[in-house]
């Protein structure tokens, strides 16, 4: 691919990620003021929410920043990790903040305490805001398949409730006084921020265990492979693995011994490329069948094999 300096569509993506974490950073902050002034847990629970928006939003502006990182020597693969482990470690904190809001909000049941509904109301307004902006800041960009951008829309999205459960709270105790709704929607809250963190803990664990993208099926791909190349006639020791958001594989070919080796190896790399968006694959060109106890790893249904012999 030939270099431009014209860098516009991941230039814009970065500047929109940029705009929107600092409209979220600040409200998510104001919100824990107001929180702590108000005596508002439920806005504590949404300035958690704006927590992981805000790591999200970060994460996206990071992976941008990474991948024009030049890989070293030293690391071949550049510094695209970084951002998976940031996200473990994010989605770690998430629990911990839940847990401890819903342990808040136990003790507040038993022991209620006074909330400022005004206070309140003015400050989940504001957030309100902060969402709408941020979201239509990140929406800007989805006319670019850019995945980062996406789902850092989907978070903020998200905290829209968020926000419009703080709202509902403050409302309630301004008009009745009623003041454990606090505690109530805060665990509401809570539940949406736990569902952020789990998904989160569970992609960033998946590709620091170097599993598979979710996405994949690896014994699809090995018959969709067989069957749209005549030559192949078998795949095994098939890897699949993520760094950053970009899917690796290496695999083992068993062919037909080909006229032309370079024209064959790529037409696979130009079918892995087309079909499952995976622009850095490492083939072995086999002749012989494969032989071994993994020669059908990976596989849904081998072939043979299907009865064992005690």
Request: aromatic share 6%.
């Amino acid at each position: 691919m030939a270099h431009s300096h014209s860098h516009t569509p991941a230039d814009a993506n970065a500047r929109r990620l940029l705009l929107a974490f600092i409209v979220t950073a600040v409200f998510m902050v104001i919100e824990v003021v107001g929180g702590l002034v108000s005596g508002s847990l439920a806005l504590l629970a949404d300035a958690g929410h704006m927590l992981t928006d805000a790591a999200a939003l970060l994460f996206a502006l990071l992976a941008v920043y990474f991948a024009r990182q030049p890989p070293s020597a030293r690391r071949t693969f550049g510094w695209l990790r970084l951002t998976t482990l940031a996200a473990f470690i994010n989605a770690l904190a998430l629990v911990l903040i839940t847990v401890w809001i819903v342990w808040e909000a136990i003790q507040r049941f038993t022991h209620p305490q006074p909330v400022a509904g005004l206070t309140m109301m003015l400050i989940a307004i504001a957030g309100l805001v902060a969402n709408v902006l941020a979201f239509w800041l990140l929406h800007r960009g989805s006319e670019e398949k850019n995945l980062n951008v996406r789902a850092a829309a989907l978070h903020v999205l998200g905290d829209l409730l968020g926000s419009v459960g703080a709202i509902a709270a403050a409302l309630v105790i301004l008009f009745t006084g009623w003041t454990p709704i606090d505690p109530i929607l805060s665990v509401l809250v809570s539940a949406l921020v736990l569902r952020s963190a789990w998904r989160l803990m569970k992609e960033s664990v998946n590709e620091l265990l170097e599993g598979a993208p979710g996405s994949m099926d690896i014994g699809a791909l090995q018959r969709h492979l067989r069957r749209a190349i005549p030559e192949v006639r078998d795949v095994h020791h098939v890897h699949v693995w993520l760094v950053g958001e970009k899917p690796l594989m290496t695999l083992h070919v068993q062919v037909i011994p080909p006229r032309d080796h370079d024209k064959l190896l790529s037409e696979i790399h130009h079918f892995l490329a087309h079909h499952y968006e995976i622009e850095h694959a490492t083939v072995q060109m086999e002749y012989q069948p494969c032989s071994g106890p993994d020669c059908h790893l990976g596989e849904t249904q081998p072939d043979h094999h299907h009865s064992h012999s005690h």
